[in-house]
């Protein structure tokens, strides 16, 4: 049996750059962060930061363009596709991709500030839980209440 998944939550290091295929299917390419915390020998706190390629196709390419920017929380889906090639010098070249399947988009907050308004809404009108959309490569959306 074999099994090609990733699951990866981190901000996007840049806005989506999108296309368009000659095909008519749309595009979307972005760098995803992603931090881990550890406590080294010495018991010093480290963090480790890892960077992956993540590549859109379709539908979900044409939400991350629209909804995500640069610094934006996103949850994604999907797997691993390593392609190679000879550079110009002859040189075997490999790049590393995750091929999205799945997206789930942050809250709209997050990453950046927004100001206070004013007026403050009653208690009961406050929701407990963000609603984030889990887009899936077919195109339907489905809510799922998730705590932040």
Not at 72 to 95: C, H, M, P
Not at 97 to 118: D, F, N, R, W
Request: avoid cysteine; glycine fraction near 8%; aromatic fraction near 8%.
């Amino acid at each position: 049996m074999n099994l090609n998944k990733v699951f990866l939550i981190g901000r996007l290091t840049r806005d989506p750059e999108s296309k368009t295929l000659p095909s008519g299917t749309a595009v979307a390419a972005f760098g995803l962060a992603t931090d881990r915390y550890f406590t080294d020998k010495s018991g010093q706190k480290q963090q480790q930061t890892d960077f992956h390629n993540i590549v859109l196709f379709g539908r979900l390419a044409e939400i991350a363009s629209q909804y995500s920017t640069k610094g934006s929380l996103v949850f994604i889906e999907g797997r691993i596709r390593t392609s190679s090639w000879q550079d110009a010098s002859g040189n075997k070249r490999y790049k590393t991709e995750i091929i999205g399947e799945k997206i789930q988009l942050g809250p709209k907050s997050a990453g950046k500030t927004i100001p206070q308004e004013k007026e403050t809404p009653p208690q009961e009108e406050i929701p407990s839980k963000e609603q984030i959309p889990i887009i899936e490569e077919e195109g339907d959306i489905n809510v799922k209440d998730i705590p932040f």
